[in-house]
């Protein structure tokens, strides 16, 4: 089944004019369901989610810089025009000896993504620049060749997935298939111009052969060394033609052998291993009923910097809300410090999250989505329960629009008779039917901070 997939023209046209526009990632416009079994089944666990993290960390921390593509020549970048090219590639590498984050704390990386509500973690492994957050015999650009090294933590990616594990959140690793670092993939005889590798496949065979023995072996170590793993979050490729072939079958035939129904996502390349779509910065225009996910950021960047540019709490939920009804999940991009922890101004909001969740989760954790999903005009979005009897209607307050004291909508009619519940209160509101209208007269209380959920019951 291939489902066809579109976006709205002002999400678009924003992330045109973007800063880092040009590094947001494509995406397809098909859809192909899995055809295993157990991989299916993980993958309905997964859609019952709705909200997880995911973590950009590595040596761009240490400056507080983008991730990774600063060391590409590509025209969108500003180069730093006191080094040449190939001094910033050597600067930039380099920074692993400075990457030491004495206070790494991943139990409380979990604990805030707990208390945000959180049900699911991404964690890069490793980003373009190749350096890997984990033990790897494939090369010494390393964290446990950086100057973490000797830590008793320094095999950062063990003590990650073992404390989201710990606190119930299903564990997935991002993993860049590119990888800048690796002399198989910028050979360093050629320039490198583009984020693609360096020189023609057809002609050097054997080179590419050792590129794909490499990511192979990576993947390989990450699926076999690390416990349970439920997502294998795959970045770059660059699936526009001419795309990149490194036998990812085999890779993935590999991997499941070690994790059974693992879901994997090849961002942007349609076809059997991109099991969800991965709209990056933008939420689809419409409601689309395959396996979604919009990643976006709490600030303005992936990794973290020490000028951020927050999204207030209200806006993420109700971005959270809109993407829920519309089908998909919210993959929210927070970075630690280079110190290793989440920081506070991050840990304050996040946490905010979670108490609305906490009170309204109802309205968005196992839900699915029902034919009438928004009035958005009047900014309200629907979920519906499995049981088929009911329905939530939830009214985010966006940073430009407060709550009104009365909300209508068309369609998704109350049952006769029944009640309808503000969910963080459990107590009934009063509305009426007229025409194939509802109009519901919410209470001026605190319950109605960030947005409110209500439970309709249609049956």
């Known amino acids: 089944m291939k489902t066809k997939f579109s976006f709205s023209l002002l999400a678009l046209l924003a992330l045109v004019f973007s800063s880092n526009a040009q590094a947001v990632h494509e995406k397809s416009n098909e859809y192909q369901w899995p055809k295993e079994p157990e991989v299916v089944a993980k993958l309905k666990a997964w859609q019952d989610l709705k909200f997880g993290i995911i973590l950009h960390w590595g040596v761009y921390s240490v400056p507080g810089m983008v991730e990774s593509w600063q060391i590409t020549s590509e025209d969108w970048i500003t180069p730093d025009t006191t080094r040449t090219y190939e001094e910033e590639k050597l600067w930039y590498w380099g920074l692993s000896k400075d990457f030491n984050p004495t206070q790494f704390d991943p139990t409380q990386w979990a604990r805030v993504s707990k208390e945000a509500g959180m049900k699911y973690v991404v964690f890069t492994t490793k980003h373009h620049d190749g350096f890997c957050m984990f033990d790897t015999k494939t090369t010494d650009y390393k964290v446990t060749n950086s100057g973490f090294k000797g830590n008793p933590k320094a095999d950062v990616l063990k003590y990650v997935m073992d404390a989201y ?109 991109e099991n969800y779509q991965t709209p990056e910065q933008t939420i689809p225009a419409e409601q689309i009923n395959n396996p979604w996910e919009s990643c976006i950021t709490l600030t303005q960047d992936w990794g973290w910097n020490d000028h951020p540019k927050y999204k207030s709490v209200d806006h993420v939920l109700a971005i959270l809300t809109e993407i829920v009804a519309k089908g998909g999940s919210l993959l929210l991009g927070v970075g630690p410090t280079p110190q290793g922890l989440i920081e506070e101004s991050s840990v304050t909001r996040l946490q905010e999250i979670g108490q609305w969740l906490k009170s309204n989760g109802e309205a968005i954790y196992s839900t699915v989505t029902t034919p009438i999903y928004t009035n958005e005009a009047k900014n309200v979005w629907f979920t519906a329960n499995k049981d088929g009897k009911t329905l939530y209607a939830i009214i985010p307050k966006d940073d430009e629009t407060e709550i009104p004291a009365t909300v209508t909508w068309q369609g998704n009619i109350p049952r006769k008779g029944s009640r309808i519940i503000n969910l963080a209160t459990g107590k009934s509101v009063k509305y009426k039917v007229k025409d194939n209208e509802v109009s519901v007269t919410l209470p001026r209380n605190a319950s109605l901070t960030h947005g409110v959920a209500l439970r309709i019951l249609t049956k």
């Open 165 to 273: 594990r710990a606190e119930g959140l299903m564990p997935g690793m991002y993993f860049s298939k590119p990888d800048w670092h690796c002399p198989y993939y910028w050979w360093p005889v050629k320039a490198t111009p583009n984020r693609l590798h360096n020189y023609n496949i057809k002609d050097y065979p054997e080179r590419w052969e050792m590129y794909k023995k490499f990511v192979y072996n990576q993947v390989d170590e990450l699926m076999h060394n690390y416990g349970d793993v439920d997502i294998l979050w795959l970045d770059g490729g660059w699936c526009t033609p001419p795309r990149e072939d490194i036998d990812l079958g085999k890779i993935v035939t590999n991997a499941r052998k070690a994790q059974p129904g693992l879901i994997v996502v090849e961002r942007a390349c349609p076809g059997e291993f």
